[in-house]
């Protein structure tokens, strides 16, 4: 009697619990209704219009990125990547001339681009494969570093800014697990890591990258790492700016003018220790900080943080973690990366609205992951992208809509 009343508790509990879970889990996997707006869609940009017009040298003034005539300059980007990832390469240049796509970045209201790259593209700096620059025969034949050159070269041409972007230490898809890769340096793990480098090697593949565009003033500066986070987001931010501020300084000593962002600890999403602790680097002015917000941001949650949070509560977490910089009028803060899929659960697309309307509200700088379709590995389709696969098609949906909205404002 006793072993079936047990199981019957068993039995109701598994019940409660799979309810439980359904309720708390389920509901971000379903899709979202109702994701284009009645708003009109905004025009794109007029690829015959001339480009945004950055008065360089910039500085920081407050919250504020300013140009030469003291204006403010609002970074409006788009992440391009692969040059981090297996195949060393920016994707798309098997579809399209790179001065092809910098104009269709143009044509989707963006005027900056964030490009990553890894330390071990630098180290090895291998030949890239001739299928992978097939639309670019120009570029067959060269390095890797060549190749992230020439479509550096590409963009500002056209009138978008780069910010090259220190993603990752071995070259792959991030940000998985992988202790290798959760912070700039790692040999302390010895034999562990493909690919090993100190703090010292990371400074030198920075003054590598960087100085081949000492006289191109629109490279506006570096982001000097994707995502510090130690291991399950453990790295202290004291730790971090310490090391921002060395490679920094020695980045600056190469070009005075150049703009050093610094990302937040536990995956760019938490910048509070800015508050008593700033990165101080020897010339003033300099200093972007920068933070990436998805809708799973956050260490602990398995649905996604920012999935169903209010938006109270969502302004809340990001006054505290990063917007307070912005509020106080202290430094400005450039949101290097967040996302959504084409198609939205509803836990993305709610995200995406409380976002958005922060955005609006506190008028930030921003970096949108990303415009690639494909992702290097396995060829796999990249459910963010903004463009179709031929790399010329946009995507006309909220997430554009809105970011255009975000640009014009």
């Known amino acids: 009697m006793r072993n079936k009343i047990l199981y019957s508790f068993l039995a109701a509990a598994g019940l409660l619990f799979l309810l439980w879970y359904k309720f708390h889990f389920d509901l971000s996997q379903k899709p979202a209704k109702d994701v284009f707006s009645t708003r009109p869609f905004p ?42 990832d297996e195949l060393f390469v920016p994707g798309g240049l098997d579809i399209r001339h ?38 670019n025969q120009d570029l067959i034949g060269l390095r890797a570093l060549d190749v992230y050159v020439s479509v550096v070269e590409s963009l500002t041409e056209a009138g978008l800014a780069v910010i090259p972007n ?26 562990v890591c493909r690919v090993s480098q100190t703090e010292d090697q990371w400074i030198e593949n920075w003054v590598m990258i960087m100085s081949s565009f000492v006289d191109n003033p629109l490279v506006i500066g570096a982001d000097l790492r994707n995502e510090p986070r130690g291991l399950w987001g453990t790295m202290p931010w004291g730790k971090w700016a310490t090391a921002a501020e060395r ?92 996302g959504s899929p084409h198609e939205p659960s509803e836990g993305d697309f709610h995200y995406w609205q409380n976002l958005l309307k922060f955005l609006k509200l506190v008028d930030a700088d921003f970096g949108y992951w990303a415009i690639n379709p494909r992702k290097p590995h396995d060829d796999e389709k990249e459910g963010y992208s903004l463009v179709e696969d031929d790399w010329e098609t946009p995507i006309l949906d909220y997430r554009l809509r809105d970011m255009l909205e975000l640009i014009r404002q």
């Open 43 to 84: 025009a794109l940009v007029d690829t015959d219009e001339p480009p945004y017009a950055f008065h360089t040298p910039l500085r920081t003034r407050g919250r504020d990125i300013v140009d030469s005539n003291d204006k403010r300059v609002k970074l409006a980007s788009v992440n391009w990547y692969g040059g981090s």
């Open 98 to 135: 790179r001065s092809e796509i910098a104009k269709l970045i143009c044509h989707l209201g963006f005027n900056s681009v964030r490009l990553p790259y890894s330390d071990e593209m630098v180290m090895d700096n291998p030949l890239i494969e001739a299928e992978l620059l097939s639309a």
């Open 166 to 191: 220190n993603h990752i230490t071995q070259a792959t898809w991030c940000c998985g697990l992988n202790v290798c890769d959760t912070a700039w340096y790692n040999d302390y793990l010895g034999p």
């Open 247 to 338: 490679v920094g300084n020695r980045l600056l000593a190469i070009n005075p003018h150049w703009l050093i962002f610094v990302e937040g600890v536990s995956s760019a999403n938490d910048l509070s220790g800015a508050r008593k602790r700033p990165v101080v680097l020897d010339i003033l002015e300099r200093v972007v900080y920068s933070a990436h917000v998805y809708s799973w941001s956050g260490w602990g949650s398995r649905e996604g943080t920012y999935a169903k949070r209010p938006f109270l509560s969502f302004v809340q977490s990001m006054r505290e973690n990063w917007a307070y910089l912005l509020e106080d009028n202290i430094a400005p803060v450039w949101v290097g990366e967040f």
